[in-house]
């Protein structure tokens, strides 16, 4: 099981070159408040001095430190999945130590005193000298006979007060960056807490509580345990009392900055430390638990367990994204090379699913398929049937037409003698003012259907990833099939303007569904005695003239929508008298003139109007859809299909080849993380 953490590490070092893992992966976090004694802890487990130490903030970028034992005999270093190199040096290097950095790859330093100057001098180049801070990670391993395996990622302490160039906001900068790692649900939070200050103030473990309230995966690590006041102890903090945490307190003792001054080696403190235990009144009864040594065999424990926990579930996201990752470098498709029948024969291939996702729209069989919103030949019927045909029928028959207009066109027509029938000239004339009315709304109609055509096309070029590669295709395609739709939309246009022409031409009163002048002068009488017995009822003395049972009946329906043409006469006589005109009064001759003229206009109107909801839609259909439709393909071809233009046409966007570029690497980088991930063929060992 010990190859587990090696495993960690080769997948830490994989996932580094990327500068963020695609995977969230198993970690020992080390927190703490500044001068809370984290390096010193670290020191202690490694068993050596590399870190470089100030009265100031000293850790300023994370380091991902990475433990290997080298000195067991027994070892096989193929348990820890090494090159053939690192091997060689594997086995050279038994009993001895030495450390590498990742960003100086092959080169062992065997002098910790370098190991300290380099993570000093690699912290200054990103960070510079005046104690800024950096989220980008120094990564370091140590080869020891005298360490455990283990992974740590040691983070700047937490401090309150800028110095140097750092920025007022240095607390949340580093609170900020030590919750990036914390979060991680995969990671161990080791929270460093001094001993001889109140726990409840810990600033290492108030920052773990917010990811991890219920103290599931924090480990506490309490130091400067020699330091605290006389008569004082912290049992009741390492029993759990004062704060629980699951995993536990461990209390460890580190080298006083006297030591380290006095260059005390550690193998001493470790022995001190043990003697401090043995001997302290309250901790010796616990002193199998308390230590450096225990608490490196801890951290190596539960990393071991943790790792073995979550690998399986690594290794199922890490197909996941390896999957994901092919099918979108997929889509990007491979560089274009090769010979001017290679560029044809793509270009002919992209036109031709554009143009099938055209068609496919418009005949309702688009694979992507919307469910918030209508989309492609759905939303021509709706245009056709619910914006339309509603927009026509709100149209009536007197729109802008007052009795006084028509009492005006009879006169008109009736020249200086009167007329002894109603005169058919100011029918024709009024009926074709108001049939007129309905070529601006079909007008209107064919803009709305290229539109719609307009943005399928858009739509329809989203359906083909492979065109984002080429920017210069897509616009063309887009402007091709823009030049292909406004050509037709003239003569569709022109189409609408004939249809309502040919209605113009010609009055054709003896249409079956016409009402006619007989039976509207019949429908009149019939008006007329049903108003006079209702006004019997109301008074048997009444004398009311026509004009005013009209009026009344108006009245009557309080404003509600009159069945039929007849019933429309009433609704124009407020009209008429407000009007004026060169009648004030209209005689009863003229109201009964006006009502079967305006029965005529209505009869006759209605049945045009319904010609034209019928006709405008098939022309549109005729003229622009179907036409587009069955053109597009041929268009294109025709427009776009030229050999001196292939290369311009098929030139890759500079975000297209980027991206292309770094969905390889991380396909690339996820092949080797399942490949070590694969090394383990035995979780459960």
Not at 166 to 177: F, G, K, S, V
Not at 545 to 570: M, Q
Request: a positive charge; proline letters at 5%.
């Amino acid at each position: 099981m010990e190859k587990l953490i090696p495993v960690l590490s080769k997948l830490q070092d994989v996932f580094s070159t990327m500068g963020s893992a695609p995977v969230q992966l198993p970690q020992m976090v080390v927190i703490g408040s500044q001068s809370a004694g984290k390096s010193s802890v670290l020191e202690n487990i490694v068993g050596r001095d590399f870190l470089p130490r100030g009265n100031t903030i000293v850790t300023r970028r994370p380091l991902v430190l990475q433990l290997i034992n080298t000195g067991n005999s027994a070892t096989d270093p193929s348990d820890f999945k090494l090159d053939s190199k690192e091997k060689g040096d594997f086995k050279a290097g038994r009993g001895q130590e030495w450390g590498e950095f990742l960003h100086k790859p092959g080169k062992k330093i065997f002098n910790f005193e370098e190991i300290k100057h380099e993570i000093h001098t690699e912290t200054e180049r990103v960070t510079g000298s005046n104690k800024g801070v950096s989220s980008k990670a120094i990564h370091l391993k140590i080869f020891s006979p005298n360490v455990l395996n283990l992974s740590l990622v040691d983070l700047p302490g937490i401090t309150k007060v800028p110095v140097g160039d750092q920025p007022d906001n240095i607390e949340t900068l580093i609170r900020d960056m030590s919750l990036k790692f914390i979060r991680n649900p995969n990671s161990i939070i080791v929270a460093v807490s001094p001993a001889n200050s109140d726990i409840a103030n810990s600033d290492s473990l108030k920052l773990a509580k917010e990811v991890d309230p219920y103290g599931t995966r924090t480990l506490g690590v309490l130091t400067k345990l020699d330091l605290m006041d006389r008569g004082t102890d912290a049992m009741d903090v390492l029993r759990g009392k004062v704060i629980p945490l699951r995993l536990g307190f461990i209390p460890v003792v580190n080298r006083s900055q006297a030591d380290i001054n006095s260059r005390k080696r550690i193998s001493d403190a470790h022995v001190a430390e043990e003697r401090y235990f043995e001997t302290h009144p309250k901790y010796r009864q616990i002193r199998h638990r308390c230590g450096t040594k225990y608490l490196a065999s801890r951290l190596n424990a539960l990393l071991l367990s943790h790792i073995k926990k979550v690998l399986p579930s690594i290794k199922s996201r890490i197909g996941e994204m390896i999957a994901e990752t092919t099918e979108l470098l997929d889509s990007y498709g491979d560089p274009l090379t090769g010979s001017v029948t290679n560029y044809g024969s793509i270009l002919l291939q992209l036109i031709s699913k554009f143009s099938t996702n055209y068609i496919n729209a418009l005949g309702g069989r688009s694979p992507d398929v919307s469910l918030s919103e209508l989309y492609g030949g759905a939303r021509i019927s709706y245009v056709f049937h619910q914006i339309f045909a509603k927009g026509l029928l709100n149209i009536g028959p007197f729109d802008r037409l007052s009795d006084e207009d028509i009492r005006t066109a009879i006169r008109n027509a009736t020249g200086p003698r009167p007329s002894l029938f109603v005169p058919e000239v100011s029918f024709e004339l009024l009926v074709k003012k108001q049939i007129q009315r309905l070529q601006a709304p079909s007008l209107q109609c064919v803009d709305m259907v290229f539109d719609e055509l307009t943005k399928v096309s858009s739509q329809c070029e989203q359906l083909v990833p492979q065109l984002k590669r080429f920017p210069a295709l897509r616009d063309q395609l887009l402007e091709c099939v823009h030049e292909l739709l406004s050509a037709q939309v003239k003569p569709t246009k022109e189409m609408i303007k004939d249809l309502i022409s040919i209605e113009l031409s010609y009055v054709n009163t003896n249409h079956p569904d016409f009402v006619g002048g007989s039976r509207a002068i019949h429908n009149f009488n019939k008006k007329v005695q049903r108003l006079k017995a209702e006004e019997k009822k109301r008074n048997p003395n009444s004398n009311a003239s026509l004009a005013t049972l009209l009026s009344r009946d108006k009245k009557d329906k309080k404003g509600n929508t009159i069945s039929g043409a007849i019933g429309a006469v009433a609704e124009g006589l407020q009209a008429t008298f407000a009007s004026g005109g060169p009648q004030s009064h209209p005689t009863e001759r003229e109201l009964i003139e006006t009502e079967i003229i305006k029965t005529l206009i209505s009869s006759y109107f209605n049945i045009v109007r319904q010609n034209v909801t019928d006709n405008v839609p098939k022309s549109i259909m005729f003229f622009l859809v179907n036409y587009t439709k069955d053109r597009i393909q041929s268009s294109l071809v025709r427009a776009l299909y030229k050999e001196e233009n292939f290369k311009s046409l098929l030139s890759e966007s500079p975000a297209t080849s980027d991206k292309r570029r770094q969905r390889t690497e991380l396909l690339s980088v996820l092949r080797k993380s399942l490949d070590i991930v694969n090394e383990i063929r035995d979780f459960a060992m």
